[in-house]
């Protein structure tokens, strides 16, 4: 069972171990990550029987069946064993795949919950994610609640990663909840857990997350698509620590770090009386505003060599990129983020045999091939790839930013308001570029305050 084309970019573009599973109960490839982090070797699980890594049989019958019978994806916390036969406990997400010959398989992404996740790193020297990583390490200097605000694709389960690895919790558990599968009923069961016995199917005792999570730090993951209903519920754990699995009468405790993260503006939902208010002020007693790649595009050389370094080290098989195929990139508006970028060079890659990258290998949305205004000139992408050849060094980025800038302050007859709605970026980060490329010039003071 050799991986197809389709499997290998799909594998590539995870970032947790990943498992594809047939219709026959049968494991059908799984990623470089899942190797090095179980430490298994891919022949001993090709073919094998779909539950090979569950530490012990489930008490409620095989996840894998019941989903090609049902098609529901699904959410679950197993017990896998590791190729040393030690235990990890994981959060499984299930969903179906439909390769191009129509044929539906499923794929299971394993969040595993401590000591076997890879280390957060934050890539990027722009001045806006020089800030973030400030914000970030006092951040996890407290214990307080954060809230990362920023939009899909853009980071933000990384930077609370990074939070947690950086924080006196780091030692304990980093788990995830994927506020976007937790539907009512649902919730209470996969967050606090069950006893056998409390509802129909619940043929055994489940542990939650909550309690998972104890000692370290529990990260709600789109926590604005958590169902209004369930919010009193979670904002009462949260408050107390205090919590009873469903159909128990006994109370259990954990002690937890809470980082949320949204896309959603909570905000007008609390406004509009679709977020509770309480909960928010709960959440976010620290907001963070992670920023979109179009805002830091100094970031994307450096961003593309760490992904395909990546991806090289996964595959066994180097990867370069030509300066057409960079320019590309650079002139993109990347609505879809880092997320976007990540799959853009993993589709790259199945189509560059011969390990370089060039241009038509970038394969843009339709819509995207022209890109939209504003962009960084092509001229000057050229000039910043010339002297960038090893994209690790910021500053030859930083000077085309500057004739850039430049550019939209004439476009905009030196309006600093509309430049920095332009880049889409604060007017207080345009004013620091402003004096640090020393773009302060006589007529864009004059027209500022337009």
């Known amino acids: 069972m050799s991986r197809t084309p389709y499997f290998s970019s799909l594998l590539l573009a ?42 012990n049989a489930a008490e409620d019958g095989c996840r894998h069946r019941r989903f090609f019978r049902d098609l529901e994806p699904y959410v679950e916390t197993r017990a896998l064993a590791d190729g040393r036969g030690e235990v990890h406990f994981a959060q499984i997400q299930g969903f179906p795949i439909v390769d191009g010959q129509g044929q539906i398989f499923l794929g299971e992404s394993l969040h595993l919950f401590q000591g076997q996740r890879q280390p957060g790193r934050m890539i990027g020297r722009s001045e806006q994610m020089r800030g973030l990583v ?22 933000k389960e990384l930077a609370a990663e990074f939070l947690h690895q950086h924080s ?56 604005g698509e958590l169902p209004l209903s369930q919010q009193p519920k979670l904002l009462r754990a949260l408050e107390s620590g205090m919590f009873r699995q469903v159909g128990s009468t006994k109370i259990r405790q954990a002690n937890v770090r809470v980082v949320s993260a949204t896309h959603r503006d909570l905000l007008a939902m609390v406004r509009q009386g679709h977020f ?21 595009r100094a970031d994307i050389p450096e961003l593309t060599e760490h992904l395909l370094q990546e991806i090289s080290a996964q595959s066994g098989h180097p990867y370069r990129i030509t300066k057409d195929a960079l320019r590309k990139l650079l002139l993109y508006q990347f609505p879809g983020n880092i997320r976007e970028l990540r799959n853009l060079l993993h589709l790259a890659t199945v189509l560059s045999a011969d390990g370089v990258i060039d241009a038509e290998a970038i394969r843009l949305p339709v819509t995207a091939e022209q890109p939209a205004s504003p962009t960084i000139p092509s001229s000057e992408a050229a000039e910043l790839l010339h002297e960038h050849p090893s994209m690790t060094t910021l500053s030859p980025v930083e000077a085309v930013e500057a004739k850039y800038i430049l550019q939209l302050l004439q476009r905009h007859r030196g309006s600093r308001k509309e430049v920095a709605a332009s880049m889409s970026i604060s007017e207080r980060t345009l004013y620091r570029k402003l004096k640090r490329y020393r773009l302060n010039t006589t007529d864009e003071r004059t027209h500022s305050g337009s």
């Open 14 to 55: 995870q970032r947790n171990p990943f498992v594809v599973i047939d219709a026959d109960a049968r494991i059908r490839s799984v990623n470089a990550s899942l190797e090095t982090t179980l430490g298994y070797d891919t022949s001993e699980l090709i073919g094998s029987p779909c539950c090979r890594l569950d530490a």
């Open 134 to 155: 400030q914000e970030l390490k006092r951040a996890a200097a407290t214990d307080v609640s954060v809230l990362l605000q920023g939009e899909t694709g853009s980071g």
């Open 168 to 223: 006196t919790r780091a030692n304990g558990p980093f788990v995830v909840v994927d506020c976007t599968v937790l539907s009512e009923d649902l919730f209470e069961s996969e967050l606090f857990g069950h006893v056998k016995g409390a509802f129909t199917g619940a043929v055994g005792n489940k542990t939650g997350l909550l309690e998972l999570a104890d000692a370290g730090t529990l990260f709600l993951d789109e926590i």
């Open 276 to 296: 509770r208010q309480d909960l928010y002020y709960r959440l976010a007693v620290l907001p963070l505003a992670i920023p979109p790649l179009r805002g830091r």
